[in-house]
């Protein structure tokens, strides 16, 4: 998720100078965020600092009104029985909103960010046939949680206009959406809608097997 926030190339010149600055010694991951930091002059420690000091990961609902969306930021846990007082974490997120210009190509902003519990974001004007997606090719480490009738919008939209929402895209709708529906987050007529039709999806995510297993 940094390394799209800070572009592939200023990631890895980080990493480069982390490695370099911190050879055959001792380090802490306060030392790497501060290497990321000082080679793209953002202040990446704190907020990278709060993943690796707390525990779970968000869910970003999403509600629409004309001409924009807000995002509503919640801990996530499978379980879905997250109390009140256990809620007070707000996470830095990278919000990777995929829209569609006139020519049909998908366009990634990746410099939307949040760190509030409430988000609201206007939607490019030149975004065609009123499609987005939060998280493109799912990049980021939290749930999405769309209504079901923009899932079913953007199944419909996987089938007729092929390539805009990647693989990486598709899995991760159908993964928020499954996980969401089984802690009782979302209700199981989102997934259904979202998935109805593709019967000949023909494409999958290759997750290899761990411990030789």
């Not at 419909?156 to 598709?170: I, N, Q, T």
């Amino acid at each position: 998720m940094i390394s799209k926030y800070l572009g592939e190339d200023v990631f890895m010149a980080g990493i480069r100078r982390y490695v370099k600055k911190h050879a055959y010694a001792n380090t802490q991951t306060e030392d790497l965020w501060s290497a990321l930091s000082e080679e793209s002059g953002r202040d990446i420690s704190s907020v990278a600092s709060i993943w690796t000091k707390q525990v779970g990961y968000p869910v970003l609902t999403v509600t629409e009104s004309s001409g924009s969306i807000t995002l509503r930021q919640n801990r996530f846990l499978t379980t879905g029985d997250v109390k009140p007082d256990e809620d007070n974490t707000l996470y830095w997120i990278l919000v990777a909103l995929k829209t569609m210009d006139a020519n049909g190509k998908g366009v990634v902003d990746e410099t939307l960010t949040t760190s509030e519990r409430e988000t609201t974001i206007k939607l490019p004007e030149g975004a065609k046939e009123g499609f987005f997606k939060i998280n493109a090719n799912h990049s980021g480490i939290y749930r999405v949680a769309y209504t079901p009738e923009r899932l079913e919008k953007l199944g419909k939209f996987a089938r007729s206009h092929p390539g805009v929402l990647s693989v990486e895209d598709r899995a991760g709708l159908v993964a928020d959406t499954g996980a969401l529906c089984s802690s009782g987050y979302s209700k199981t007529t989102g997934l259904l809608n979202l998935i109805s039709g593709w019967k000949d999806e023909d494409e999958y995510v290759y997750v290899p097997k761990c411990g030789g297993g």
